[in-house]
């Protein structure tokens, strides 16, 4: 770490140096078979291995052999213990193998090596062999060129200051670790398209943007921008932007051909149409087919694609109209023009059919489109949970929604299989993330949300890892923990959404925060507002009805998740709320009512959060002093946000139900 201006992350060779700390680079060799040594992406992988081996005291041979065998961006990385005659190693010297049939499995290859060698395990037994599960593996920044990052908790951007861009040592810094963990696209800049960001897109920015894209290009990183659909009047001086308008459809040629010329190897465009005061295909009675074909015709003879996001819902709702739900928005929008999309369209869901909350049943657009490349859209900035102050491991919620069954096949119906084309058989599909990062020195607000950023890398790249496999490489990845505490800390993350979800908005019902910002708690806050984000709290019950007899929502799922939703008795009881109106004398699984529930599950999850700062104490000494102190000073911040919640949730619904805690403790 040493006077670094930023951490080096799970990347940190200083921090985990051996024994032997002499370099001495002739320890290290590296070959190619196949590959040239000249490519860009194999000189990162060299120039990695090189920074990560200078503590060797073995003599360690790294052979980079092209093998079309392997899949796409897949290696396998192999020990040979004694070395292999026919590359001439001695016998005692560790000879590494990394097979690929392309220069990005050769780079992931050459991670998987420095990963395995800074957990300390032994190189010369090493034997892996893998293929990315998803063909996109992508980060969304939802940074703003005036630095300010939207949800972002962890600093300014590292991206934008004033109205421009910045490319320091942290740029190149940031693609080795999206790279380390398989990210193969990255989106530079907020979905809300506004201002000197619409000019991204222009000569203003063209040079600066073309050496983004030149230093992810030597990770093997795609660069995609977020694009104004109003570009056209915004930046082309026309009146509309109608997608099926000949000015309109003649302007976008021209603007994506000189795009095209200067940024040769730019990826696409990720496109926020009609959603939340964003311009759109609406406007002019068009669908959002008509939109997205348009540019993804114009962008085809390029290479590029267009991934349109399905966020699409009535912002602007009464809240006295119980029929109008937005969880249908995304379904009743898309579904119907299932099969009109052009092929290098993708529509990017979210996972659950709301926004981001703890818990959410699962979008049932994924695997409700058939005929439709769709990726999966997640986000690890901790909007709803927790602002990356409160500990919130996510990786378990999104192994959650990988295995979810959908039912839109025979087999292969998972959203895993729908998302990496399994399914359909299509090549466009993927994973992306709302990513948690900013200026911060540890980039991620809480050194431990850093484990979030890592887990989405690596469970995109292979969605079959799990949970505590992610969380345990993190761990010993990052500290130089006994294994007591390593454990210890595993087990804090495994642990960490279920608290949160306790003495937050628990049995799927969501939300419940504070307007607007959305940390802490404000029962009604949004309960009377436009956004379609309702309890439905009354003297009796508490939840939204979604059934056939309510809003009809549960109905967009296959007949199977239909029925188990529908029925308050096979629906899952962490989504409870979310599908029905439920009385607070409900009795639950438990034999618990559904109030003494909200009474107890509240005061646990209080002191469940209680129990994670103490410990984090046993970790002091343990971590750096920095680390230490920040995560401590967010676990305090997180004690004072459970007691806040615990105690307006809990007070709120006993003046509600008038039923008093079993347990007679303080409410107020
Ligand atoms: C980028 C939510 C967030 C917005 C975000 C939006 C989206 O509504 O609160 O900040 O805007 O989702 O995903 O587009």
Not at 423 to 435: D, F, P
């Amino acid at each position: 770490m040493g006077d670094n201006k930023w951490s080096q992350l799970w990347l940190d060779y200083e921090a985990k140096k051996g024994a032997a700390k002499n370099a001495e680079e002739d320890k290290l060799r590296i070959d190619f078979e196949g590959f040239d040594p000249e490519n860009r992406v194999i000189k990162s992988a060299v120039k990695e291995l090189n920074k990560a081996f200078t503590d060797t005291d073995k003599k360690i041979v790294i052979s980079f052999v092209r093998n079309d065998e392997i899949k796409k961006e897949g290696y396998s990385a192999c020990g040979v213990i004694g070395g292999s005659d026919n590359r001439k190693v001695d016998a005692d010297t560790t000879e590494l193998v990394v097979s690929s049939s392309d220069e990005n499995g050769a780079l992931y290859g050459a991670f998987h090596i420095i990963r395995s060698k800074l957990m300390g395990e032994d190189l010369s037994c090493l034997c892996a062999t893998k293929a990315p599960s998803n063909p996109l593996r992508m980060m969304n920044h939802w940074d703003n060129m005036d630095g300010s990052i939207e949800r972002g908790y962890s600093g300014r951007s590292f991206f934008y200051e004033n109205d421009d861009i910045v490319i320091n040592e942290r740029t190149v810094d940031y693609a080795r670790l999206m790279a380390s963990i398989g990210i193969n696209g990255v989106v530079i800049n907020n979905v809300n398209v506004k201002w000197a960001a619409s000019d991204l897109i222009t000569t203003r920015f063209f040079d600066k943007v073309k050496e983004l894209s030149d230093i992810f290009g030597d990770y093997g990183i795609k660069l995609y921008l977020s694009l104004n659909f109003a570009s056209p009047i915004e930046i082309g001086g026309l009146s509309i932007c109608d997608p099926l308008d000949k000015e309109v459809i003649e302007w976008w040629k021209n603007k994506i051909k000189e795009v095209y010329e200067h940024l040769p190897e730019l990826g696409g465009f990720l496109v926020k149409a009609d959603s939340e005061g964003r311009p759109g295909p609406f406007t002019y009675g068009r669908t959002q087919a008509d939109g997205a074909n348009m540019l993804g015709d114009i962008i085809a003879p390029y290479g590029g694609i267009i991934i349109w996001r399905c966020f699409v819902y009535n912002c602007t709702q009464d809240w006295r109209d119980t029929k109008t739900d937005r969880a249908r928005a995304g379904y009743d929008y898309f579904k119907g023009l299932d099969g009109e999309y052009h092929d290098n369209v993708i529509l990017q869901i979210k996972n659950g059919p709301m926004d981001f909350q703890i818990r959410e049943p699962i979008s049932p657009l994924i695997g409700g489109l058939t005929r439709t490349n769709q990726m999966l859209e997640v986000q690890i900035a901790q909007e709803y949970t927790g602002h990356q102050i409160d500990l919130c491991y996510l990786i378990p919620m999104f192994k959650e929604i990988l295995e979810f069954k959908t039912y839109c096949a025979e087999e292969n119906d998972t959203v895993a299989d729908v998302v990496s084309g399994r399914t359909m058989g299509n090549s466009l599909a993927g994973m992306a993330a709302v990513i948690n990062t900013g200026n911060d020195y540890n980039w991620t607000g809480n050194d431990l949300a850093a484990a979030n950023l890592y887990g989405f890398g690596r469970l995109a790249y292979d969605t079959d890892l799990d949970s505590e496999e992610i969380a345990r490489e993190w761990v010993k990845l990052t500290f130089n923990l006994e294994k007591e505490l390593e454990d210890k800390l595993v087990d804090m993350l495994l642990n960490s959404r279920e608290i949160y979800e306790k003495y937050t908005s628990p049995l799927g019902i969501g939300w419940m925060v504070t307007p607007g910002d959305h940390y802490g708690p404000s029962v009604d806050g949004y309960e009377y507002s436009r956004w379609g984000t309702y309890h439905r709290a009354d003297h009796l019950g508490l939840g939204v009805d979604r059934t056939d007899k309510g809003t009809g929502y549960a109905q967009q799922y296959y007949p199977e998740n239909a029925q188990m939703y529908n029925d308050p008795k096979t629906c899952p009881e962490n989504l409870l709320l979310f599908f029905h109106h439920i009385p607070y004398t409900w009795k639950l699984k438990s034999g618990q009512s559904l109030i003494q529930y909200i009474y107890d599950v509240h005061f646990e999850g209080y002191s469940k959060a209680q129990e994670l700062l103490e410990s984090w104490k046993s970790f002091e000494g343990k971590v750096p002093e920095r680390t230490y102190n920040c995560v401590m000073h967010r676990f305090e911040m997180q004690v004072n946000n459970a007691h806040e919640w615990c105690d307006q949730v809990n007070s709120y619904f006993y003046r509600k139900s008038g039923i008093p805690d079993e347990k007679n403790r303080p409410i107020y």
